[in-house]
């Protein structure tokens, strides 16, 4: 019997879980080379194949799948390529991929840390005081209305012009997206305590900062988690959107920039797809930091 | 053993009173015409007593327990709780207060639960556990205490509660239909359990209750209020023995108490 797997509840849950996800799986990489087909035929049959001679549908296929510079690349030439510049190239090479990764996910972390305090302070702020609240909020909500492609390229000029460069002003852009759902979120979880419960703090004659500490902090991370999962997203989106006026060397961005210079659309891809990599591993950190920290409680 | 009640000698000296309401009105301000939630209340509990607070809904009976817990602001009139004002009170935190519902943080442990207050007064983390061991062993949940509050019963949630308002040992324990939301065999078991804390503690016991059967069976004073406005209507004082078991609620003098204030009520609703 040792072939038998020690928890078939987990293997039939892995199989509940993952049979759905890999059959749309299978579906999408089968669109995508369709399109890859598709979108590729008019260009293989113009620049490569011999209109003249003639061609067999096999040739074209084959040719559709393997340009240089598709107008849509298949997936196997993304990964090719992504698995070429992870293993062939050092880590400190632009060449590899997850030097990228690393330069985005160090400006996305850190905006993500100071929109995360930001939202804090500012959601605390709001909750304990009314003018605040009247003060600030409306200010927080239009901020957003703003597009980061618009203030991106200001914050960095005049960050630049500071002396600040590098990680910093991209890190402030990812903060400026990171903050606002935080914000949200806490102004509402701060103010989720039932009036049982905050009377409760009164007639133990508890501060305003121990009710903040022992009744609106906990009462809120049920509403702070799912901000943080959408923040860090947010804050991907703001480090890469940085990445791109500056003109780069460096992060995921520039590689997406670069590769649209050159037409290198393999590399557009690869570092898409990296960059969906990248984010799919903050959100799922950030679950899994939620899933610790509130398993205990009711529901959970 | 005293199964008949104790009359002090009559040159005692009048024990503090624990409670002193004068003249008390509370006026809420609700669109056209004001609320009157309580009109010119005088209540007096004196050290040791148990005092309900009986009525039907809107007659100010959580009012006056919230006036006396400073939760609310009187209109007019004199409060006073332990010779100071119930803000005094409150934060020379006088008194330990039983919400409707338990209240529970869901996300500390049921031990955790009820070192809330001793935590927020500063109290050594390790006495306070202590405390509140001992705490919980008096309401009878020791061995729960590593619980979440989810996992234990209605009735149990409300037995924390009931440790954690007396855990850092209030002269006076104010209780706001504690057992409203539990099933009748529930609160019977729970009337007799805090009859007998009362008996071994003799704390000073203000409760909002709208159960005659609960009010005579815990009461050694009984408040019937009136509403509209809410105002009290009789005082009775109870002649049951101190020590009571639930048997004493088929003795003719039960009755004969039920009956008294079931009387109350009616005069109040007609008057």
């Given at each position: 019997?040792?072939?038998?797997?020690?928890?078939?509840?987990?293997?039939?849950?892995?199989?509940?879980?993952?049979?759905?996800?890999?059959?749309?799986?299978?579906?999408?990489?089968?669109?995508?080379?369709?399109?890859?087909?598709?979108?590729?035929?008019?260009?293989?049959?113009?620049?490569?194949?011999?209109?003249?001679?003639?061609?067999?549908?096999?040739?074209?296929?084959?040719?559709?799948?393997?340009?240089?510079?598709?107008?849509?690349?298949?997936?196997?030439?993304?990964?090719?390529?992504?698995?070429?510049?992870?293993?062939?190239?050092?880590?400190d090479s632009p060449r590899n991929l997850?030097f990228h990764v690393a330069v985005t996910?160090q400006s996305?972390?850190?905006?993500?840390?100071?929109?995360?305090?930001?939202?804090?302070?500012?959601?605390?702020?709001?909750?304990?005081?009314?003018?605040?609240?009247?003060?600030?909020?409306?200010?927080?909500?239009?901020?957003?209305?703003?597009?980061?492609?618009?203030?991106?390229?200001?914050?960095?000029?005049?960050?630049?012009?500071?002396?600040?460069?590098g990680v910093?002003?991209k890190?402030?852009?990812?903060?400026?997206?990171?903050?606002?759902?935080?914000?949200?979120?806490?102004?509402?979880?701060?103010?989720?305590?039932?009036?049982?419960?905050?009377?409760?703090?009164?007639?133990?004659?508890?501060?305003?900062?121990?009710?903040?500490?022992?009744?609106?902090?906990?009462?809120?991370?049920?509403?702070?988690?799912?901000?943080?999962?959408?923040?860090?997203?947010?804050?991907?989106?703001?480090?890469?959107?940085?990445e791109?006026?500056t003109g780069a060397q460096a992060g995921l961005g520039a590689r997406?920039l670069t590769?649209?210079?050159?037409?290198?659309?393999?590399?557009?891809?690869?570092?898409?797809?990296?960059?969906?990599?990248?984010?799919?591993?903050?959100?799922?950190?950030?679950?899994?930091?939620?899933?610790?920290?509130?398993?205990?409680?009711?529901?959970? | 053993?005293?199964?008949?009640?104790?009359?002090?000698?009559?040159?005692?000296?009048?024990?503090?009173?624990?409670?002193?309401?004068?003249?008390?009105?509370?006026?809420?301000?609700?669109?056209?015409?004001?609320?009157?939630?309580?009109?010119?209340?005088?209540?007096?509990?004196?050290?040791?007593?148990?005092?309900?607070?009986?009525?039907?809904?809107?007659?100010?009976?959580?009012?006056?327990?919230?006036?006396?817990?400073?939760?609310?602001?009187?209109?007019?009139?004199?409060?006073?709780?332990?010779?100071?004002?119930?803000?005094?009170?409150?934060?020379?935190?006088?008194?330990?207060?039983?919400?409707?519902?338990?209240?529970?943080?869901?996300?500390?442990?049921?031990?955790?639960?009820?070192?809330?207050?001793?935590?927020?007064?500063?109290?050594?983390?390790?006495?306070?556990?202590?405390?509140?061991?001992?705490?919980?062993?008096?309401?009878?949940?020791?061995?729960?205490?590593?619980?979440?509050?989810?996992?234990?019963?209605?009735?149990?949630?409300?037995?924390?509660?009931?440790?954690?308002?007396?855990?850092?040992?209030?002269?006076?324990?104010?209780?706001?239909?504690?057992?409203?939301?539990?099933?009748?065999?529930?609160?019977?078991?729970?009337?007799?359990?805090?009859?007998?804390?009362?008996?071994?503690?003799?704390?000073?016991?203000?409760?909002?209750?709208?159960?005659?059967?609960?009010?005579?069976?815990?009461?050694?004073?009984?408040?019937?209020?009136?509403?509209?406005?809410?105002?009290?209507?009789?005082?009775?004082?109870?002649?049951?023995?101190?020590?009571?078991?639930?048997?004493?609620?088929?003795?003719?003098?039960?009755?004969?108490?039920?009956?008294?204030?079931?009387?109350?009520?009616?005069?109040?609703?007609?008057?």
């Amino acid at each position: 019997m040792a072939e038998r797997a020690p928890h078939p509840g987990w293997r039939r849950a892995a199989l509940h879980h993952g049979l759905p996800v890999g059959v749309v799986l299978a579906l999408l990489l089968l669109l995508w080379y369709a399109a890859a087909w598709a979108l590729n035929a008019p260009g293989a049959i113009e620049r490569v194949l011999d209109a003249d001679a003639g061609y067999t549908w096999q040739e074209l296929l084959s040719t559709t799948m393997s340009m240089e510079r598709p107008l849509m690349p298949a997936p196997h030439q993304v990964l090719l390529d992504t698995l070429e510049s992870l293993t062939e190239w050092p880590l400190d090479s632009p060449r590899n991929l997850l030097f990228h990764v690393a330069v985005t996910a160090q400006s996305t972390l850190l905006g993500f840390v100071m929109g995360t305090a930001l939202g804090l302070v500012l959601s605390v702020l709001i909750v304990h005081s009314r003018t605040l609240d009247r003060a600030l909020m409306p200010w927080i909500v239009a901020s957003q209305t703003v597009p980061v492609l618009a203030i991106a390229p200001i914050v960095l000029v005049i960050l630049g012009s500071l002396g600040f460069s590098g990680v910093a002003p991209k890190a402030v852009i990812a903060m400026y997206l990171c903050f606002f759902p935080v914000t949200v979120a806490m102004v509402q979880g701060l103010r989720s305590p039932q009036r049982m419960e905050t009377e409760m703090m009164h007639t133990y004659a508890a501060s305003r900062w121990q009710a903040l500490w022992l009744l609106r902090l906990p009462a809120a991370l049920p509403y702070l988690f799912p901000a943080l999962r959408v923040g860090v997203a947010a804050g991907l989106v703001g480090a890469m959107v940085a990445e791109l006026p500056t003109g780069a060397q460096a992060g995921l961005g520039a590689r997406l920039l670069t590769g649209s210079y050159y037409g290198q659309t393999v590399q557009i891809w690869s570092a898409l797809v990296l960059s969906a990599l990248l984010g799919l591993l903050l959100t799922a950190s950030v679950a899994a930091v939620e899933r610790l920290v509130l398993r205990k409680r009711s529901g959970a | 053993m005293t199964l008949t009640p104790v009359t002090p000698p009559l040159h005692a000296p009048q024990p503090p009173l624990a409670v002193q309401v004068r003249k008390a009105s509370v006026v809420f301000a609700a669109g056209d015409a004001p609320v009157h939630a309580l009109s010119e209340v005088d209540l007096d509990v004196a050290d040791g007593e148990f005092v309900s607070l009986i009525g039907p809904s809107g007659c100010g009976k959580t009012t006056l327990l919230r006036v006396i817990a400073d939760l609310e602001k009187t209109s007019s009139g004199e409060v006073s709780v332990n010779g100071v004002s119930p803000h005094q009170a409150r934060l020379a935190r006088a008194y330990g207060y039983v919400f409707q519902a338990p209240a529970l943080f869901p996300w500390r442990t049921v031990l955790a639960n009820v070192t809330l207050p001793l935590q927020i007064q500063g109290t050594p983390r390790a006495q306070a556990q202590r405390i509140a061991l001992e705490h919980l062993q008096r309401v009878g949940l020791a061995g729960f205490e590593r619980k979440y509050p989810w996992q234990l019963s209605g009735g149990m949630q409300q037995r924390v509660s009931i440790a954690r308002a007396l855990s850092f040992e209030p002269r006076i324990l104010m209780m706001d239909e504690p057992f409203g939301a539990l099933d009748e065999i529930t609160r019977d078991r729970l009337n007799e359990q805090l009859q007998q804390l009362w008996q071994r503690e003799r704390r000073t016991v203000v409760f909002v209750t709208h159960s005659i059967a609960e009010a005579v069976y815990l009461s050694t004073k009984i408040v019937v209020m009136s509403p509209r406005p809410g105002r009290i209507v009789k005082v009775i004082q109870s002649p049951l023995p101190d020590e009571r078991h639930l048997g004493l609620r088929d003795s003719q003098a039960f009755v004969d108490v039920a009956h008294a204030v079931r009387e109350a009520l009616a005069d109040g609703h007609h008057g």
